[in-house]
């Protein structure tokens, strides 16, 4: 653990910085800059590493820029987003698509297809009956629920290239993939502005490339998923992605059951089983939709389906009688340090 700690300190100590707010060092033959902003429902923070102030400067305000474009596309909650537009057509939507909206969209349908419908994009007709984001808390009728799930069908809809087929009463909503994939976007950015190493954190997504400015992998905390100022484990990361789904992000609690947004296609209701879980991934679209995936296949399936893929590892919490336990893949295990 202890050659970990530095690095964790900076992190929590980073998170301190307020709004907006800038800071910048320089470390050997490179600058370190760092901003934060908030985006997507959640605070982002980045860090550039370039060869001078320039260069890191640019590098940083573009990835920024990056990470702001979402909301023209993604954001099904935003009336203006192209999502939201597509969503609004009552016959259905037929016509080209953006790329950003194309690519994540790929990404959701083929995981869709391989967590046989765990994971489903047109999950939106449910998201806006729990309306999760609003102030709700209120568990919507069975009749209700009901009726909705013929409309949550990822088959229904087709892509081709950029053009979309969606039909009437078919709604998107790619809040579990978009983050991860922004959070990809912004590396890139960073990358092809000349960054010789980056970091981006939004939420409990993750994703870095290069070295940290002190040398070796950066390294990530992985936040306790019931203690929410303590970290559960330490995760060095090597060019790859990290992101965290749990019931602790957005839910209410009603007779002691906790409803949150994590919703089963095939209940319409929230998955039930597990505590959180975190996917290790290639890249962060990847590891964000996998995580949701996995949060509803539940704990055996869950984790069958990650050992079958070489590229994902995962860790899953689930509770028994109030205490945490948790399993994960091999490759977890090797990599993260358990922080007592
Ligand atoms: P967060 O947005 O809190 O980081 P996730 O990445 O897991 O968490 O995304 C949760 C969001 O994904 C929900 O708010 C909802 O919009 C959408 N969603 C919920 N259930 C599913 C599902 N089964 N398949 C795909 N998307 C889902
Ligand atoms: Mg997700």
Known sequence: MRRFLPLLILLASALLIGCFSESGEAS??????????????????????????A???????????????IQTWGSADDPASETARINAVAEGYSGSVSEDLAATLRIALDIAAVSNGAFDPTIRPLVELWNFSGESSVVPPAEELAELLPLVDYRQVELVGDKLISPAGYRL??????????????????????????????????????????????????????????????????NAAVATSGDYERYFELDGVRYHHLLDPATGSPARGLTSVTVLAPTCAEADAWATAVFVLGLEAGLALLEEQPELEGLLLYEIEGQLQQLMTAGFSDEMELIE
């Open 173 to 238: 909503d790619l809040g579990a993939v978009a983050k991860g994939y922004i959070v990809d976007q912004a590396l890139l950015t960073m990358r092809s502005n000349g960054a010789t190493a980056g970091l981006v954190s939004a939420g409990g997504d993750v994703a870095g490339f290069g070295e940290r400015p002190t040398g070796g992998a950066w390294v990530i905390g992985i936040q306790h998923p019931r203690l929410p100022e303590q970290l559960f484990g330490a995760l060095p990361l090597n």
């Open 28 to 53: 050997g033959d490179s600058v370190v800059l760092q901003t934060r902003l908030f985006a997507m429902d959640t605070v982002v923070d980045l860090t550039v590493v370039a060869p001078d102030e």
């Open 55 to 69: 260069t890191a400067r640019r590098a940083i305000d573009e990835a920024a820029r990056t990470i702001q474009s």
